[in-house]
């Protein structure tokens, strides 16, 4: 699971993870919800249409349940996520009890998520900035592994993820040990 601001690099790094995988992985993330058109065109402040208080939370909480389904099924997954809250993480930690989840905090600088925002041009300028300065994405508890992408996304980063990976005894990652009793 890979957790960082927009415009951090998780799809780019998804991509390159699952082009260096010798096994078939699943590429998931809210976005491609988003682009496959889930979301209701209307969005108000107010009403069933509150996208902040009403279809947002819900949206997420249906996103998290649906990572779980997809696991025990049988498939592998690199997922791509914002966890924006404290709460979402514990959430996700319940929700994937059981599992062997490998988290990864990736980081970048905040002028480099400022420059691919504006380079983008989808993305509200200072968004990624908020995730790391304002919501504190990086600060609901440690990772498995981390990275920095402020300098793009080589074949020596995806490498060092794929040998903490490989290296790290299954059901042991952060978020396991964090529904663990001591």
Same mark, same amino acid.
């Given at each position: ?12 790094? @998804?991509?390159?993870?699952? @082009? ?14 988003? #682009? @496959? $058109? ?40 690199? !997922? ?17 009890? $059981? ?5 990864? $905090?990736? %980081?970048? #600088? ?7 925002? *504006? #380079? ?9 900035? $908020?995730?790391?300065? !304002? ?9 498995? %592994? ?17 040998? #903490?990976? *490989? %290296?790290?005894?299954? %059901? ?11």
């Amino acid at each position: 699971m890979l957790n960082g601001a927009s415009s951090s690099g998780k799809s780019t790094l @998804a991509v390159a993870l699952r @082009a260096a995988l010798d096994e078939p992985f699943l590429h998931v993330s809210s976005d491609q919800f988003v #682009a @496959a $058109g889930m979301l209701p065109n209307r969005r108000e402040d107010g009403g069933p249409f509150d996208w902040w208080h009403q279809l947002r939370p819900r949206f997420f909480a249906g996103f998290h349940r649906c990572l779980p389904a997809l696991a025990t099924a049988g498939n592998d997954l690199i !997922v791509e996520h914002i966890i924006e809250f404290r709460a979402w993480r514990h959430e996700l930690a319940v929700l994937l009890a $059981g599992l062997d989840v490998f988290l990864v $905090g990736v %980081h970048c #600088a905040p002028d480099e998520l400022d420059r691919r925002e *504006r #380079a983008r041009g989808d993305r509200r300028i200072g968004e990624g900035r $908020g995730h790391v300065e !304002v919501n504190g994405i990086h600060t609901f508890g440690s990772y498995d %592994h981390d990275v920095d992408t402020s300098q793009g996304i080589g074949a020596d980063l995806v490498d060092s993820i794929l040998t #903490a990976w *490989r %290296h790290q005894t299954p %059901h042991t990652g952060v978020l396991t040990r964090a529904t663990q009793g001591p």
